[in-house]
């Protein structure tokens, strides 16, 4: 399988660098975004990225502010959805843009189902990975735990096991060697030759500063928009972020969107798995 990639960037509003890499040629489809979560970047994709590019679609899979190789924001305050929308639809204006195929993990789908509710036709096929309208209060609870703690870490073993302490319930069936892979991709060798997180830490500001009892946006009406297109939706079977509930009214919602349950996840699903893999196939097929 082809990994290769071009290494390219764009300018947030506020002149922030943005990373974002560049699988494919341009061509008459229209391109595949890949959208990570909170605390990830794109080193998540670059699996699936390489095995979409490989079958002829463009993938673009940007770092959020604060993540990978994009600056660190001056002010945390704009580590928050809005922003990071505004942040994709400037890089979407540069490569001139209309329509793509949106892959959302987490945050991303979040963002995906927003950009549905503003702009439903600029989406021409998306899958959300373990996310929802509805977000289980645990699941975000669970998040806060491990959220901006800067730890840091001698070598990639250590890593490794310190991710296996937070994450084992979600990921049971995973290996040391799974776990030094995950370790890769949402870490980085530090100056000081120690391995940390690879974000910001003050992303956690705008997300422990947000008031609990706050009335959360509908987001059903921008989920509602996707359905009308070819949609897949995954959801890791041991999820604390996406309930068995909420992804049984999402199916009926929207009756045509094809399923992917990963029983051995939580959250969430690499889209490494080879079901989730057949899927996206699927899913790419049927995008005119």
Known sequence: M???????????????????RDYGEANDRPPVLC??????????FEGVAAHIAEQGWRVIVPDMRGRGKSDYAEDSATYAVPNYIGDVL????????EKFVSIGTSMGGLMTMLIAQAMPHRIAAALLNDIGPVVDPAGIDKIRTYLGQGRSF???????????????????SFDTEDWIAMAKRGMTVCSN??????????????????????????????F???????????????????????????????PNADVVVVE????????????????IDSLLASVK
């Open 35 to 44: 959208l990570h979560g909170l605390t990830r970047n794109s080193k998540d």
């Open 2 to 20: 082809s990994t290769e990639y071009s290494e390219r960037s764009w300018q947030s509003a506020e002149g922030l660098t943005l990373y974002f």
């Open 90 to 97: 400037a890089l979407l204006e540069q490569e001139g843009i």
């Open 193 to 222: 030759g120690r391995i940390a997180f690879d974000y910001d830490m003050k992303i956690a500001d705008p997300f422990n500063d947000a008031d609990e009892n706050a009335v959360p946006p509908d987001l059903w009406p921008g």
């Open 154 to 172: 001698p070598t990639w073993m250590h890593a490794a096991r310190a991710l296996e302490e937070v994450h084992g319930e979600s990921h049971p």
């Open 264 to 279: 051995d996840a939580g959250h969430a699903p690499t889209l490494d798995e080879p079901e989730v893999r057949t899927a």
């Open 224 to 254: 509602e928009a996707l359905a009308s297109n070819p949609l897949l939706l995954v959801r890791g079977g041991l999820s604390a972020l996406l309930s068995a509930d909420a992804f049984a009214e999402m199916q009926k919602r929207a």
